[in-house]
């Protein structure tokens, strides 16, 4: 049973041209990731939901957006896509923070990204 | 600063073979440590999940340790099978911080070969 979905798996974009990626989860967590994973380099962290608490990491590039409409959805928006910007885009789950049983994450299949 | 390095960084072994991949951190304060499984064009999986006081843990084929004092984990796979092949990444959980405070290792990309 899936639990986090990420949607669309493979996505190809034109250089500059508005991107839209969705993860639903349900698992009801609290805590939704976006992570950007290029090949054979660790997933870097872009940004996390608490609830509807938006929290930036300090070297996300202002071409990534977020939103979160309600607990289950998340998307990331890329304004416009760079060929640098071609990656596997993972969403990720926790159910709160502290208690490391808490805080596991749970990962999507994610969504390769290729910009032409 | 937080890192974590794993090694190797690549392994190619043979089918029914047994292996070990290493992971050495200099997170601090630290919380927990995990391995996930990831295969190809996938999301990583969680094996298994260490905190502080724990020094070994295992989820079938697989087997976990942890010397929180040199600050090393190794993973540990038994009797390997050819779907074993994928990239093996240690994350390590730091207290406090933001939500994501993650820090992830690079992986080990282990090949099975029949």
């Known amino acids: 049973d899936a639990m986090v979905i990420q949607n669309p798996r493979y996505q190809v974009t034109q250089f500059g041209k508005p991107v839209t990626l969705s993860c639903s989860q349900t698992?009801?967590?609290?805590?939704m990731y976006w992570y950007q994973q290029k090949s054979s380099q660790a997933p870097k962290l872009l940004f996390h939901?608490?609830?509807?608490?938006?929290?930036n990491e300090a070297d996300t590039p202002d071409n990534f957006q977020s939103r979160r409409p309600n607990t289950s959805f998340c998307f990331l928006d890329i304004r416009s896509p760079g060929l640098g910007d071609a990656a596997m885009y993972l969403c990720?789950?926790?159910?709160?923070?502290?208690?490391?049983?808490?805080?596991?994450?749970?990962f999507g299949p994610g969504t390769r990204l290729t910009v032409l | 600063k937080n890192q974590v390095e794993q090694s190797p960084q690549s392994l190619i072994i043979l089918e029914g073979k047994n292996c070990t991949l290493q992971c050495n951190y200099t997170v601090s304060p630290f919380s927990n440590l995990r391995w996930y499984k990831q295969d190809t064009g996938r999301g990583p999986v969680s094996l298994t999940i260490?905190?502080?006081?724990?020094n070994t843990k295992s989820n079938g084929r697989y087997t976990a340790t942890l010397d929180a004092d040199t600050k090393q984990s190794s993973l540990h796979i038994t009797a390997s099978q050819l779907s074993d092949s994928a990239s093996y990444i240690c994350?390590?959980?730091?207290?406090?911080?933001?939500?994501?405070?993650?820090?992830f290792g690079k992986g080990t990309k282990l090949s099975v070969k029949p």
């Open positions: 939901y608490y609830d509807k608490d938006f929290n």
């Open positions: 260490m905190t502080f006081s724990e």
């Open positions: 994350v390590v959980s730091a207290h406090g911080g933001s939500q994501g405070n993650l820090i």
């Open positions: 990720a789950t926790s159910r709160d923070q502290g208690l490391p049983s808490y805080n596991e994450q749970f």
């Open positions: 698992l009801n967590h609290n805590v």
